[in-house]
């Protein structure tokens, strides 16, 4: 049965410190349970605690904010303008989603090594491995557990993601750049130096 929560998280003032946490990789191959299991694919990142030290103190959880993908011009879900449910900043070529996502050992499955799973909440037609992503956490919604089966465990991350949504719909959690709050998501947005 799936745990009582908020319908959102956080004060109506926006993240609090910690937060928001900046994270960016390349999308890799997970477990492949995400679509295959769930029904709710994610793009996960390589934990590397170099980039992101953050990681090694982080308690294992579920977590929320804001995703940017760099899709290649192919991609069949590459915007041409914005979106209800993206920006595109044509200087950078990224797209911003919103996201809930794991971190940590997943219970369920008994996960030895953590992961960074994260799942956009956004239908895309095609996969995106290999594609630059960053990711702004905004907030915690809910430590991991254990579950008695797939189907509790599926409606819990449906509640997430309703949880995600309906906070980051609000002004202080929104995102300056989609035109819909005051959250600085430039970060997810800026031009990437390009390597000689």
């Known amino acids: 049965m799936a745990v009582a929560r908020?319908?959102?998280?956080g004060l109506s003032t926006g993240p609090e410190k910690p937060y928001p946490l900046q994270m960016e990789g390349k999308v890799i191959s997970g477990f492949g349970r995400g679509s295959r299991d769930l029904g709710i694919p994610t793009a996960n990142l390589p934990v590397d605690y170099d980039s992101a030290p953050w990681l090694a103190d982080i308690k294992s959880g579920v977590y929320f904010g804001w995703a940017a993908l760099n899709l290649p011009p192919s991609h069949p879900n590459q915007p041409a303008t914005t979106s209800p449910s993206s920006t595109t900043t044509a200087a950078s070529g990224f797209s911003v989603y919103p996201m809930v996502m794991s971190i940590g050992r997943?219970?369920?499955?008994?996960?030895?090594?953590?992961?960074?799973e994260v799942h956009l909440l956004h239908?895309?037609?095609a996969d995106f491995y290999g594609v630059e992503m960053r990711i702004l956490i905004t907030g915690f919604i809910r430590e991991m557990r254990d579950y008695a089966g797939v189907d509790e465990l599926i409606e819990d991350i449906k509640v997430d993601c309703d949880v995600a949504l309906r906070s980051l719909d609000r002004e202080a959690w929104a995102l300056r750049e989609t035109g819909k709050g005051t959250l600085d998501g430039s970060w997810l947005l800026r031009e990437t130096a390009e390597v000689e």
């Open 6 to 9: 908020p319908l959102t998280v």
């Open 123 to 125: 239908d895309f037609e």
């Open 106 to 116: 997943n219970d369920f499955y008994n996960n030895t090594v953590p992961s960074v």
